[in-house]
């Protein structure tokens, strides 16, 4: 816990608010960037020679460019993993998650019914949110709704994430709970999954909220999976506290380059927690890229993404 509570008070020092992303600014600095890019790639069009080629070079990262701010953000991807906890699964649950929405007011409504569509064309058993849900204002969470769409099984269970924090998190709280989505901060609760055992836990967050650490799986043998928005707060988990985790956060580093990979990935388990299924201390993880972005409101080669839990129980 040391490492977490330490963690927690140099993150409340901080103002995020003034952090937050100015759309207006934003577009304009890519206004001028590729109206910069345009022209020089003109001039050396006509100058010719080597220009030439620098010419080709700033082609090229104006298509990037282009391609990072307004296609990649909206090509959504699915994820599908299928694991097993035990060697002899009876049961077979399919859950649905979802992370890092980021709304705000340059998000449209055809986006968040794009993601609710693209659940229910996978007719999810379980439908888990890691956190996220805004960019920064607590009114942006209405944007939401379409998630009510979503039927399941045996439910859908909430958490929030530090960017949930900055406004008025009992009012995204409250929001989702309206949409019949349960909050599962801090809590744990068994399903019953055709006469098998199926444990779900839940973190709060881990800069602004008070996560309740040791994890306790219970007195049975129940599969257990733990829904936790920073991969970060694995640091403070043990081998056999659960079976499985899922997180997000990351954003799969929003930015990636190939070969290179992930430019900056925000955990401490640097480019370990950028995305997929990892082993971390032992734990299995299965870390999402996300839906949204901040900062930088722009993806490259790191598609906004639904992950899909085939989990044999």
Known sequence: MDFLLDRLKFMKQLDLQKSIETFAVFDALMILIALFGAVLGLAGYFLGGV????TYLMFLGELMLV???????????TKVYREA??????????????????LNKKKSNAWVE???????????????LGGDMVVHDAEDIAGCEPLKKVATTYGAYFILGNHDYQD?????SAKLSDLGIHNLTNCSLTLNVQGKELRLSGLDDGFYGLPKLPLYRGDNKAAHITLIHEPDLIYDTKEGDTDMVLCGHAHGGQISLPILGALHVPSVFGRKAEGGKKIIKGIPAIISRGLGEVGVRARLFTPPEIVILELGI
């Open 51 to 54: 220009w030439i080629y620098i």
């Open 114 to 128: 794009k993601i609710a569509s693209k659940l229910q064309m996978f007719k999810p058993d379980i439908l888990l």
């Open 85 to 102: 906890i035990g060697s002899d699964p009876g049961v077979w649950v399919k859950i649905a998650f979802i992370s890092d929405l980021h």
């Open 168 to 172: 008025d998190p009992a009012r995204i």
């Open 67 to 77: 391609y990072g701010v307004f296609i990649a953000p909206h090509r959504l991807k």
